[in-house]
Nanobody
Framework: VQLQASGGGLVHAGGSLGLSCAAS????????MGWFRQAPGKEREFVAS????????DYADSVKGRFTISRDNAKNTVYLQMNSLKSDDVAVYYC????????????????WGQGTLVTVSS
């Protein structure tokens, strides 16, 4: 599986941005997907995950109520809608895939996209 993340950019604080992660290869609907982010000078951290069915989702406490993860298996794409963005959200965002359910532990993921930068101006 190859992953291509896109949609990053510059947004004002309080604004919204939508990220996409397109997957190549077959059997995308068997992969749990996750979004992770790495802020400058910090470790990469979990943001959100979604099961292969799209029914089960999980979020980091820091983004609950503001971010929404979703997927379209017909398009082999997972999305991350980010609302009410703030300076703490500035990071490179990565999508990742693993067979089975989506999980919070990045060590459990087998495939990673290249990352897309999100910048929030105050």
């Amino acid at each position: 599986v190859q992953l291509q993340a896109s949609g990053g950019g510059l947004v004002h604080a309080g604004g919204s941005l939508g990220l996409s992660c397109a997957a190549s290869g077959r059997s995308f609907n068997k992969y749990g997907m996750g979004w992770f982010r790495q802020a400058p000078g910090k470790e990469r951290e979990f943001v959100a995950s979604i099961s292969w069915t799209g029914v089960a989702t999980d979020y980091a406490d820091s983004v609950k109520g503001r971010f929404t993860i979703s997927r379209d298996n017909a398009k082999n794409t997972v999305y991350l809608q980010m609302n009410s963005l703030k300076s703490d959200d500035v990071a490179v965002y990565y999508c990742a895939a693993r067979l089975g359910i989506g999980v919070t532990d990045q060590r459990e993921y087998d495939y990673w996209g290249q990352g897309t930068l999100v910048t929030v101006s105050s």
